[in-house]
């Protein structure tokens, strides 16, 4: 396998944890932020419910399904910037033995 440069593989991490830091902080707002302001949200209303009624009910979970596919594709595309690729480190790796 080929050596990565410190610089890169920082750059790369620093990526990686700016997308799980910005899904979480989603995640975190679609499931106690409604549940915090849910008083002040009664009023407003989503596919005819009051909207924190519909975030607790489904909305939430939906949030949390499409963040899996927004990870999974900006991950892809970071690993593509990078220079990473499952498929090469699949042929490199497959039926070696890690040497300890």
Do not use: W
């Not at 679609?30 to 989503?46: C, D, K, W, Y």
């Not at 419910?49 to 975030?55: A, E, K, T, V």
């Amino acid at each position: 396998m080929k050596k990565i440069d410190k610089s890169v593989a920082d750059a790369y991490f620093r990526a990686r944890n700016i997308v799980v830091i910005i899904c979480l902080i989603i995640g975190g707002l679609a499931s106690f932020g409604v549940v915090a302001f849910a008083e002040s949200l009664v009023n407003v209303t989503f596919m005819g419910m009051p909207f924190h009624y519909y975030m607790g009910a489904q909305g939430a979970v939906a949030t949390f399904v499409i963040l899996l596919f927004v990870n999974a594709i900006v991950s892809d595309r970071i690993d593509k910037k990078f220079g990473i690729d499952e498929e090469q480190n699949t042929r490199i790796g497959a039926g070696k033995a890690l040497d300890h």
